[in-house]
């Protein structure tokens, strides 16, 4: 399997463009995650879907943020407009709980370095 | 509400020396605990995970985590630190059963040649 993939790897943009993060879950994974991490604050859950839906989205920082999930094979993380305090690195996981018992097991991307000026 | 405490931002230890990077957390339900790794660049990888049973949990990379429920506390350990052990490091804990994952704010360690 190749794993949680995230694009773009880096994104630099100007203040006010939108950004839209992209992410590809492992295949048969039901929950997806969206993480920002920032020196100050560590690593912040934003939003979590499952089977697609929404289930959580009290993380989001401000309207400013949307996420979407429209299959089961991507989701995106869309900033408009963007700032400079948006600047993070976001992570995308994925998981199932398929293996109840085995606990659960977070599967990370690589991650996007996004850069505002 | 749970959350999970890092006492230590960094610890810096030297080469072959033992290590300990401590975690607690609070919940109100019973939990699962994680230690997550993150090495430069990279996202995180799952360590080990604690779910029931037995309170010493062993994971890869020669690193083992105690559960201790009084303290509720779930503490990391190595005996002997290589190089490669570089690396961020992340508690986490979730409800069990559940899929909200709640992390730490993590721990360099840093392995002093």
């Known amino acids: 399997d190749a794993g949680v993939i995230q694009s773009p790897r880096h994104e630099v943009t100007e203040m006010g463009q939108e950004v839209t993060l992209r992410c590809k879950p492992i295949?048969?994974?039901?929950?997806l995650f969206w993480y920002r991490q920032t020196m100050m604050r560590g690593l912040e859950l934003l939003i979590y879907f499952n089977n697609n839906v929404p289930i959580d989205d009290s993380g989001m920082p401000e309207d400013r943020f949307s996420a979407k999930m429209p299959n089961a094979s991507f989701s995106t993380l869309k900033i408009q407009p963007s700032e400079p305090r948006d600047s993070a690195v976001y992570f995308c996981?994925?998981?199932?709980?398929?293996?109840?018992?085995?606990?659960?097991?977070?599967?990370f991307g690589s991650g996007t370095q996004l850069s505002v000026l | 509400a749970q959350s999970v405490t890092q006492l230590d931002s960094q610890v810096p230890v030297f080469e072959e020396a033992p290590v300990e990077l401590r975690c607690n957390y609070s919940s109100s339900v019973s939990v699962y605990l994680f230690w997550y790794v993150q090495y430069p660049n990279q996202g995180l990888q799952l360590l080990l995970k604690?779910?029931?049973?037995?309170?010493l949990v062993k994971g890869i990379n020669g690193f083992e985590a105690e559960f201790n429920k009084s303290q509720t506390s779930f503490h990391l350990r190595k005996p002997s630190v290589h190089i490669s052990d570089t690396a961020e490091y992340f508690c986490a804990v979730s409800p069990g059963g559940y899929q909200k994952v709640t992390f730490g704010i993590g721990t360099k360690l840093q392995v002093i040649p």
């Open positions: 604690y779910l029931s049973g037995s309170t």
């Open positions: 996981a994925s998981t199932t709980l398929r293996e109840r018992g085995r606990g659960e097991k977070l599967f």
């Open positions: 295949s048969g994974h039901d929950y």
